[in-house]
């Protein structure tokens, strides 16, 4: 998802010009006003990204595969499913591999949104969970390892915010993933025994449509903050009209 970051920072030139003190994306940049701005900024984005791929130390910014994820919340309450969630030291794989296919971009009244539709082809994620809820009658109180394998992942990654003496500042970051198809394992024990841990992940990997529409929403609130800072370090440090002249 920080991909997006990447996609807007790269209208300042690959071989980039350093103007003093101020820091230089390694990106192609795209004339606003010109005819084809979209299928542009689509192109310096596919340059961009493998760019950003390891990280960009100079900005502190971090490797994108793999991507690491310390801690997130999530409180949800939905249907049958109500509970608190927490995954931690979560490592995701795969964002290497994503495929832009399209790219929006709009500047109205000083607000700059960006709109990159992406395609992963698979998205391996393993870490940490604590969970503490119940999922219809069976109550869930347990924590131990997971994975995800997800394939066919697209996300529009929205960002937007407004642009203030010529530095865009990112207020949203908004990315809700669908998955086609979504594997779950996990050792995690519940409390109660193995029998109700491995009906859970069942019924996550069987009813995971459902769950998605009713959690993603939620996780995508602590993610947009993340994100959010993610991308402003990119951005934070240069200049708007370079970037996107
Ligand atoms: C996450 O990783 C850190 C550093 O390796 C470790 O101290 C912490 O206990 C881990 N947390 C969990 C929940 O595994
Ligand atoms: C814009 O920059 C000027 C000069 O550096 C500074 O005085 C002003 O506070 C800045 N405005 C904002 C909103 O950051
Ligand atoms: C995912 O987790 C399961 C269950 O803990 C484990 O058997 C499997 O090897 C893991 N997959 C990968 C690719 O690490
Ligand atoms: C993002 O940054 C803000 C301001 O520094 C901070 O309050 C917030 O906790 C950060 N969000 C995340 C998810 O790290």
Redesign the pocket.
């Known amino acids: 998802m920080l991909l997006y970051a990447l996609v807007s920072a790269f209208s300042v030139a690959a071989f980039g010009l350093s103007v003093t003190g101020e820091s230089i994306l390694p990106v192609t940049t795209c004339k606003r006003d010109s005819a084809d701005y979209s299928a542009c900024l689509k192109s310096a984005i596919e340059e961009a990204l493998p760019r950003f791929i390891p990280g960009l130390p100079e900005f502190n910014f971090p490797s994108l595969d793999p991507l690491f994820y ?1 801690y997130g919340k999530a409180v949800f309450k939905s249907g049958d499913i109500r509970g608190e969630i927490i995954v ?2 979560v490592t995701t794989i795969g964002l290497e591999n994503t495929q832009i296919l399209d790219v929006r971009a709009n500047l109205i009244d000083d607000i700059f949104r960006l709109e990159i539709d992406t395609q992963i082809p698979r998205l391996f994620l393993k ?2 969970i ?1 969970l503490d809820g119940s999922i219809s009658v069976f109550r869930v109180n347990s ?1 131990g390892y997971f994975n995800i394998t997800g394939d066919d992942v697209r996300t529009t990654w929205d960002i937007t915010g407004h642009v203030v003496n010529d530095t865009w500042i990112i207020k949203h970051f908004r990315a809700f993933p669908s998955f086609r198809t979504f594997k779950v394992h996990s050792d995690f024990l519940a409390e109660q025994s193995k029998e109700i841990s491995d009906i859970v992940v069942s019924f996550v990997n069987e009813f995971w449509p459902a769950l998605q529409r009713a959690m993603v929403p939620l996780a995508s609130k602590e993610w947009d903050s993340w994100l959010t800072n993610l991308t402003n370090k990119l951005f934070s440090k240069v200049s708007f009209s370079k970037i996107f002249p």
């Open positions: 310390e931690s030291n870490g940490h604590s924590k």
